[in-house]
């Protein structure tokens, strides 16, 4: 049974991280004409999702191997855009697990979900910082940490209704004989 269990772990977890992979291929930038590098994120549910349904470790790990993937997919491992979405991802990870084990009762997926995005965008806002050292980047920041918000409650909304309808899947797959 121990094993089984452990398969069927190994299964979601491969199909969140799928799920991750491709969600960040479709995705379009959004309102790229007012603030270019804009998108919702859609395929961080896939790393929310993984914090809740399984833990930190998963979380982390699933923010780590969806940039590095999607980056051997589209063949720009180790580009700014790698290092920029590396650095966001993994970040956003680890600071969504910390407020998560710190407020589990008192902050929301909702709430951990919009510290990972204001997270995601401050972090990349930094790598690029250092790296140009414009001080004109500055004026961009706002609108990052804003978008990094909406977008952080945006993706926190659908991670909780996933989470709910597996979570109903599995208490429903319970009462069933087979």
Not at 14 to 31: K, T
Not at 44 to 60: R, S
Not at 141 to 161: C, K, M, N, W
């Amino acid at each position: 049974m121990q094993s089984q269990n452990r398969i069927r772990k190994l299964t979601i977890l491969s199909l969140v991280l799928a799920s991750g992979i491709a969600l960040n291929l479709v995705e379009p930038p959004f309102l790229f004409f007012l603030a270019p590098g804009i998108k919702i994120g859609f395929s961080n549910i896939a790393t929310l999702f993984a914090l809740y349904y399984f833990g930190g470790v998963e979380a982390i790990l699933i923010g780590a191997l969806r940039p590095i993937i999607v980056s051997l997919i589209k063949g720009n491992i180790f580009t700014l855009e790698f290092i920029l979405s590396f650095s966001g991802s993994v970040s956003a990870a680890i600071l969504m697990l910390i407020f998560k084990k710190m407020g589990d009762k008192k902050i929301s997926i909702k709430g951990v979900s919009i510290i990972g995005g204001i997270t995601h965008n401050l972090v990349q806002f930094v790598v690029i910082y250092i790296m140009t050292l414009n001080k004109l980047l500055l004026f961009y920041l706002p609108l990052l940490l804003f978008f990094g918000g909406v977008s952080g409650f945006i993706i926190g909304l659908i991670t909780q209704f996933l989470i709910n309808r597996v979570k109903k899947f599995e208490d429903e797959e319970k009462l069933t004989p087979w």
